[in-house]
């Protein structure tokens, strides 16, 4: 049996236009397998793009140019015979604002299950109290939720709507979760919830998040990207990022000169 690729996430010479305007240079990004990397830098210069392009999203704006490559897993996402549908289901995405449907809980966590079944095939009852079960307990939420699945999703509180969201995505057994400021919108403690959770998922899911909080990817993240003006600065242990960077532009974002 093949060794499994050492990176989850591998770019090699990535370069994105939105129209003229150019947001990614030359980005060269190798993120290991299983651990939780966080994506630092002033607004603007390339985080949440770099993340959208890892699951193709930005493919959406008609007006979006990309050259060079990215690996997910060791297979390029960006190559004519890969299939949408496939790369979407091996890497989740967790927005700013938790974006749970107008469904109920069990639904919620159902719903992306659901649509990559065969044509045909039939989800049990059982199966699917199953699948409810072993997600709900992975986010943290089992025990709160268990007695009201068929609750409104949209009437939990935002810290257990976006780990409702994270649930809602494993399911279909992702190997990566893409996260884009997802404690933007939530408290400091339901936002320290949310972290602790990204602690309990790391090693069964790589894991790569945005994040304008420098204390978050301090105590978040074990592997850090300093990004700037599209560009990759640094990326490093997050610990020894943080102590004794090795640029001194990464040097100037984290004492605050910039940004």
């Known amino acids: 049996m093949d060794n499994p690729p050492p990176f989850a996430i591998e770019t ?6 939105y129209g003229t305007f150019q947001a990614l240079f030359d980005v ?8 939780i990397t966080s994506l630092i830098g002033p607004s603007g210069c390339g985080k949440s793009t770099l993340l959208r392009s890892v699951n193709r999203i930005n493919e959406r704006l008609g007006y979006v140019r990309t050259t060079g490559s990215i690996e997910v897993l060791g297979h ?9 549908v496939q790369v979407r289901k091996q890497i989740g995405m967790v927005f700013q604002r938790p974006n ?3 469904l109920s809980i069990r639904q919620n966590v159902l ?4 649509t990559h079944l065969s ?27 268990k007695h009201r699945l068929n609750g409104r999703a949209t009437a939990l509180s935002l810290e257990q709507q976006q780990k409702l969201c994270i649930a809602r995505l494993l399911p279909v057994k992702p190997a990566v979760l893409l996260m884009d400021e997802p404690c933007s919108a939530l408290d400091p403690q339901a936002t ?17 998040i945005v994040t304008h909080n420098m204390a978050q990817a301090r105590r978040a993240s074990e592997e850090c990207v ?22 001194q532009q990464t040097t100037d974002y984290i004492e605050g000169r910039y940004g």
């Not at 060269?28 to 651990?35: A, S, Y």
């Not at 044509?119 to 939720?145: F, H, M, N, P, Y």
Request: proline share 5%.
């Open 100 to 102: 749970p449907l107008p």
């Open 28 to 35: 060269d990004l190798q993120v290991k397998r299983g651990i």
């Open 226 to 247: 300093f990004m700037l003006m599209g560009r990759v600065i640094e990326h490093g242990e997050t610990g020894p990022m943080f102590v004794t960077p090795k640029s």
């Open 12 to 17: 090699r010479k990535l370069n994105l236009w």
């Open 76 to 84: 390029d996402i960006y190559d004519p015979a890969a299939e949408l």
């Open 111 to 114: 719903f992306g299950y659901r």
């Open 192 to 208: 320290e919830a949310v972290e602790e959770l990204l602690w309990e998922l790391r090693g069964r899911y790589t894991i790569l």
């Open 119 to 145: 044509r045909g095939e039939r989800l049990s009852r059982s199966r699917s109290d199953e699948i409810v079960e072993d997600a709900l307990k992975q986010v943290l939420l089992w025990d709160t939720v």
